[in-house]
T-cell receptor, first 110, second 114 residues
Framework: QKEVEQNSGPLSVPEGAIASLNCTYSDRGSQSFFWYRQYSGKSPELIMFIYSNGDKEDGRFTAQLNKASQYVSLLIRDSQPSDSATYLC??????????WGAGTKLIIKP | KAGVTQTPRYLIKTRGQQVTLSCSPI?????VSWYQQTPGQGLQFLFE???????NKGNFPGRFSGRQFSNSRSEMNVSTLELGDSALYLCASSLERWDTGELFFGEGSRLTVL
């Protein structure tokens, strides 16, 4: 059973600090990695995707991928209250299935 | 540009009944995938359609089925409803393969089974 695991949280971070969200996956052949944000009562929306080892930056968001250790993380710099949401990690596995984590609830405290 | 449209948004059914949910993807998107979301379970993949063909299927019983029409609109059907089928059903569309690009989600159909 291929799995994607995330800490369910809630993760509480002060406004202006860095929020660090982590995700581990079991299928070593996974090739694509996605972070989605889901506000309460809303649908998920894509924040970032990453395919290669290393870091990928987009504004305040940085995705980090380490295939050897089978983890992917999302850093949010200068956290804002509007970043409060559930963050979903999704992994495209070796069978072209997209496996989703259960999500981490992030709370940014003003 | 219109987003992904799902109907109905809310529905209540009783055990043993069946339900059909509809999804209209973004214009030009040919891939439609369906997900079940329940608290604590996250998103569970149901199936994905591309050009009227089911390309991928998750681990759900045969009571869950779907189809895609020539205009890329998709429907999913759940027969012989069980209490555990109560969930938010999300549809997502993408241009080509769902696993290499951005998924655009609809607002979902919230099903309650009594």
């Amino acid at each position: 059973q291929k799995e994607v695991e995330q800490n369910s949280g809630p993760l509480s971070v002060p406004e202006g600090a860095i929020a660090s969200l982590n995700c581990t996956y079991s299928d070593r052949g996974s090739q694509s990695f996605f972070w989605y944000r889901q506000y309460s009562g809303k649908s998920p929306e894509l924040i970032m995707f990453i395919y290669s080892n290393g870091d990928k930056e987009d504004g305040r968001f940085t995705a980090q991928l380490n295939k050897a250790s089978q983890y992917v993380s999302l850093l949010i710099r200068d956290s804002q209250p509007s970043d409060s949401a559930t963050y979903l990690c999704a992994v495209g596995d070796s069978n072209y299935q997209l496996i989703w984590g259960a999500g981490t609830k992030l709370i940014i405290k003003p | 540009k219109a987003g992904v449209t799902q109907t109905p948004r809310y529905l209540i059914k009783t055990r043993g009944q069946q339900v059909t949910l509809s999804c209209s993807p973004i214009s030009g998107h040919r891939s439609v995938s369906w997900y079940q979301q329940t608290p604590g379970q996250g998103l569970q993949f149901l199936f994905e359609y591309f050009s009227e063909t089911q390309r991928n299927k998750g681990n759900f019983p045969g009571r869950f089925s779907g189809r895609q029409f020539s205009n890329s609109r998709s429907e999913m059907n759940v027969s012989t409803l069980e209490l555990g089928d109560s969930a938010l059903y999300l549809c997502a569309s993408s241009l080509e393969r769902w696993d290499t690009g951005e998924l655009f989600f609809g607002e979902g159909s919230r099903l309650t089974v009594l």
